[in-house]
């Protein structure tokens, strides 16, 4: 019998919901390329409840526990103290989701001998040291797609968000002033402007086929070129690297996961390379972005804004400069995890766990790594290699 160690964010600070928002979530059966959303065999949660905080335990308890395995959630993940440190000695399979990750570094998967899953709630597995992972022989999955069309519809919010400067706008109205020349002298029209994005993945379409009816100038670049016949249909400009893309471009949208390749893409001989005036949108992985040469950006005025909803590490302590830079939109890491993601994304986690106790195979669109290799969409999109370094500054997190 397994050992499940699974971490999730906090509940509400005032407790579970006792009544939700709205009754129901649309049923999401198949995305766009035809892949079926998660077909676990059965479920026992509610569509549209919080599943994703401690008390949700992404509907997973009755399942686990009906077939003997131990079930452990908790969301205290960081420093050598933490419960999920302590759990994990004789853990069998960890499940973390990206917004509250549970870091498995090297020298951590060393003191979990036992450990066969690693399972992402969610999309990017970044938390996890790959490179350790095929070492030691670990499966990494995740379930693709269960929050990409959340995360593009989050990305088009923040476009508009920062370019009508609509924020501040909202502040004005708080502070019961009509401030409009205040609010309008940084707010623009959409319209006509070049957007381009770094990644033309599940996201990264989704927010060019979103993007469309606004009218403006789409641009992408990406290691894979799409079907020809979607370039006419959207009409973009396929840029062979990153550098010609963000010359010509207003806003940039970050929608690669981060590995090797991609860590500190955006630093200040990149940034410098923008138009001045440009803004970027990251809801990819905050440490695809340098962390100061984003902050001197906007204080210079070569960035008009940045917005991401991503940080490095998370939760971010409180001193992280994004928190109090000017002109930026930011949230805790939220666009995955609508309570609507949530549903599909905690089947899909159960849809991985049946396979996985069962010995079927685990789609191949949900491996990352396996047999010792990249392996699935792993082998697609990401490269060999580490990208959790730093990530124990997580633990000078205090909570607000
Ligand atoms: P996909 O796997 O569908 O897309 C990723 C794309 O990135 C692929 O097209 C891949 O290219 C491309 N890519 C990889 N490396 C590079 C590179 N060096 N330069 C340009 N393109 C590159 O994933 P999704 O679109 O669903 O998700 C993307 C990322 O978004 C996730 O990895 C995750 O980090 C983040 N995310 C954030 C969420 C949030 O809540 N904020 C929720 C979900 C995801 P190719 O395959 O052609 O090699």
Redesign the pocket.
Known sequence: MAKVLCVLYDDPVNGMPKRYARDTVPDITRYHDGQTAPTPKAIDFTPGELLGSVSGELGLRRFLESQGHTLVVTSDKDGPNSRFEKELADADVVISQ??WPAYLTAERIAKAPKLKLALTA???S?HVDLQAAVKRGITVAEVT?S??IS?AEHVVMMILSQVRNYLPSHEWVKQGGWNIADCVERAYDLEGMHVGT???????AAVLRRLKPFDVKLHY????RLPEQVERELNLTWHADVESMVRVCDIVTI?????P??EHLFDEKLIAKMKRGAYIIN???GKICDRDAIVRALESGQLAGYAG??WFPQPAPRDHPWRSMPHQGMTP?T???TLSAQARYAAGTREILECFFAGTPIRDEYLIVDGGKLAG?GA??YSEGDATKGSEEASRYQPA
């Open positions: 990206p917004f969610g999309i990017g970044d797609y929050n990409s995360v770094v990644a033309a993945g599940r996201i990264g670049t990406d290691r894979h929608n690669c996961p981060l590995h390749e991609t809801t990819a992985r909803d991503v890491h666009s995955g995890t969409v697609h999109s």
